[in-house]
């Protein structure tokens, strides 16, 4: 990637970040205050009117919508980038996965924010840190690699077919149901266990859980099979993206 | 006619636009440019001319690399070239300074180079402390001088101008039209697209007309002209 390029997104992310944090009288509060509501609203809903609480509900919860919020609020801007950005790269020739990189540093960025909140909290909580801890980092990695690649290939394919913006709207409530955000996917057993071995955002949330809150070392296996899955998507996002370079430019939103 | 290798060169270029296909109804084909061929050569002034909707801004677009021809081909050298827009990629909560790096950068430039042009653009746009406040809060007349002031500092080679001199008040309008000339007139290619057919006539060396998406005539600026405004 050219050093251009590369300071061209870096500054993007941060001018874009600036903006929203300027946008609003509570400034960057926002980053902190809306994951806070957002997870208010599933707590209310599935810990005290299903009482689905057992005794370790809230981080349980809190530890599934933390990596889940990360995933689609970045996934769906992914969907939208390049026609929000389409009088720019009219304006000038740009390579296009300067666009969903920016979205993906931009909600990683905030993820972030959230994310030191949230260890915070698990250690107010009471939970020891232990060697398990430090493996956070490597499942962080390839569920970033994950959210990444999908964003790269939504954001290259919706520009040509538009009513895919629907399917994947509804794809997101299918997923946030299943992916075990408020319940433990460990729960069920086969043949219902495939919905959940076959989803990258579940196996991703329920590794965070383990080395997070059970003191358990992330199943390797399942990691490699998402990252690989991932930089399928990746590639061929970025190929997508490469081959129609001149293209998006001519079409009419 | 310069003897050099030309810096661009178009050969039956033509730019069809697609809409897109629905369930009921099949897309419609549009071609913006049919066989359009000519060569542009280093240092020269080219002035594009047409109505409304002949192809002159696809044209440009699609020798800044923009857009790809659907048909022919764009051979260009290896050279610095950039279509002279106005506001690229603004974004109204940056600062008019954080938004003279982008467009810098937006432009061609790498970081540094873009920082250090920063000077020149607010010693031209000369909006005084407004350079440090958000866009959000300029005037549309404020913006068009920081937008015209960015676009005027471009280092390109080879320079598209689609239709913009003179932005702003009187006063910013005369300068930014002085400005322009001399940046058409320094030693720098120019492809010109311009209703305005004394400007035309003032700076271009050549003339192309486009019309119906067509070259309808290639030539010396008077004569196709005066063929023009019959």
Redesign the interface.
């Given at each position: 990637m050219k050093q251009r390029i590369r300071d061209i997104i870096q500054y993007k992310t941060y001018a874009e970040l600036k903006a929203e944090s300027q946008r609003y009288y509570l400034g960057f509060l926002w980053w902190l205050i809306e994951p806070v509501i957002y997870m208010l609203v599933f707590y209310f809903v599935f810990g005290i009117l299903f009482q689905r609480g057992t005794e370790d509900f809230v981080v349980f919860l809190l530890t599934g919508l933390v990596f889940w919020h990360w995933f689609q609020s970045t996934v769906m801007q992914g969907v939208d980038t390049l026609q929000a950005n389409r009088v720019l790269y009219n304006q000038v020739f740009v390579p296009k996965y300067l666009f969903p990189a920016v979205v993906m540093l931009k909600n990683s960025a905030k993820f972030g924010v959230v994310l030191a909140v949230l260890l915070l909290f698990l250690l107010v909580y009471g939970i020891n840190p232990s060697a398990p801890w430090f493996t956070a980092l490597p499942v962080l990695a390839v569920g970033g690699a994950f959210i990444a690649g999908t964003t790269a290939l939504v954001a290259a394919i919706t520009p040509f077919v538009p009513d895919l913006r629907v399917l994947i709207e509804n794809g997101m409530r299918a997923l946030l149901f299943m992916s075990g955000i408020f319940y433990d996917i460990n729960s069920f057993q086969t043949p219902y266990r495939i919905v959940f071995e076959l989803n990258p955002v579940a196996l991703l949330i329920d590794n965070l859980r383990s080395v997070l809150l059970r003191n358990q070392f992330p199943d390797w296996g399942e990691l490699a099979a998402v990252f690989l899955l991932a930089t399928v998507l990746g590639l061929a996002g970025l190929a997508l993206m490469r081959a129609n370079e001149s293209r998006y430019a001519k079409i009419a939103y | 006619m310069p003897t050099d290798a030309p810096v661009v060169s178009l050969r039956s270029v033509g730019?069809c636009?697609?809409?897109?296909g629905r369930l009921l109804g099949g897309a419609t084909e549009y071609w913006a440019l049919s066989d359009v061929s000519f060569d542009v050569y280093p240092g020269e002034t080219i002035g594009i001319v047409g109505r409304n909707g002949a192809g002159k801004t696809t044209l440009l677009?699609a020798i800044?690399?923009?857009?790809?021809p659907d048909q022919g081909s764009i051979a260009r050298e290896e050279i610095n070239l950039?279509?002279l827009?106005l506001q690229?990629?603004f974004?109204?909560?940056?600062s008019g300074r954080?938004n003279a790096?982008?467009s810098g950068?937006?432009?061609?430039?790498?970081?540094n180079a873009a920082e250090h042009r920063v000077a020149d653009i607010e010693a031209f746009a000369d909006l005084g402390g407004h350079f440090n406040e958000?866009l959000a809060t300029y005037s549309s007349g404020m913006r068009a001088r920081l937008g015209f002031s960015c676009a005027l500092h471009s280092t390109a080679d080879v320079l598209l101008i689609d239709e913009v001199l003179g932005v702003g008040d009187q006063n910013f309008r005369v300068k930014s039209n002085a400005a322009i000339k001399d940046l058409i007139r320094s030693n720098r290619t120019v492809l010109l697209a311009s209703h305005n057919l004394a400007t035309i006539r003032e700076l271009c060396d050549r003339v192309v007309w486009i019309d119906n998406g067509r070259v309808r005539a290639a030539a010396a600026t008077g004569e196709v002209l005066d063929e023009y405004m019959q």
């Open positions: - | 730019v636009y697609r809409s897109r677009k800044a690399g923009i857009i790809e950039s279509m827009s690229v990629g974004l109204p909560q940056l954080e790096i982008l950068m937006l432009l061609g430039l790498d970081r958000p």
